[in-house]
């Protein structure tokens, strides 16, 4: 747990100014800061809870905000699936807890370094529940925070920055491979186009399956392009 809340540490510089964002917003529409700090807890997922407090403000209901922020975090099915096959030992209680904790910056923290074999196998859960446990704190104490202070905040302040900057710092380690590289420009191309032509949350759905598309066929076709190894010495029979 301390290794995984070390490895995390250095990611809030840029949690902390977008969990201010996810605290002021709901000021900024009347909104109290215990619905704040109430949506922060519930939800923690930065982006969907930006977008049920949209939907609210709007005058939607609360179903709906409930399947706009669903239809967001679907990503994180993605994640829970790329992550299965390194939690698979634990048991089920410990993973369906560990499943609260599951945001972006937790799953490229540890799959990156799972891939790599990093770590001892026995140990992962534990380093993945520490790290999550730190970045929930800050993001309670800085949504707390914006919920509080937000009035008294510069309006020059570019808190609104650290939402994309957030995700950059995320992309650009990933991006390690020919495969990785395409799949970042797809997935992002994809996502715009969605959004251009109306698909609202949907479209971060359409970007990750394009990504995923994109980067397993690169990977397909540089596997067949590969030159093949020498042969294999055949074994020594006499």
Known sequence: MRAGAAAMAPMLIGVIPFGLVAGTTPAAVGMDWEAALGFSIILFAGASQLAAIDVLSRDGSALLAAVVAWTINLRMLLYSASLAPYLAHESFRKRMGASYLMVDQNYALCVTRWAEGKGDPKGRAWFFIGGGLLLWSAWQLATLAGALLGETLPDELPLDFAVPLVFLVLLIPAINSRPAAVSAVVGGAATVATVEMGA?????????????????????????????????????LG
């Open 200 to 236: 609202g949350s949907l479209s971060i759905v359409c970007g990750a399956v394009a990504g995923i598309v994109g980067g397993v066929v690169t990977e397909i076709v540089l596997h067949r392009r590969a030159p093949s190894g020498p042969p294999e010495p055949l074994e020594d």
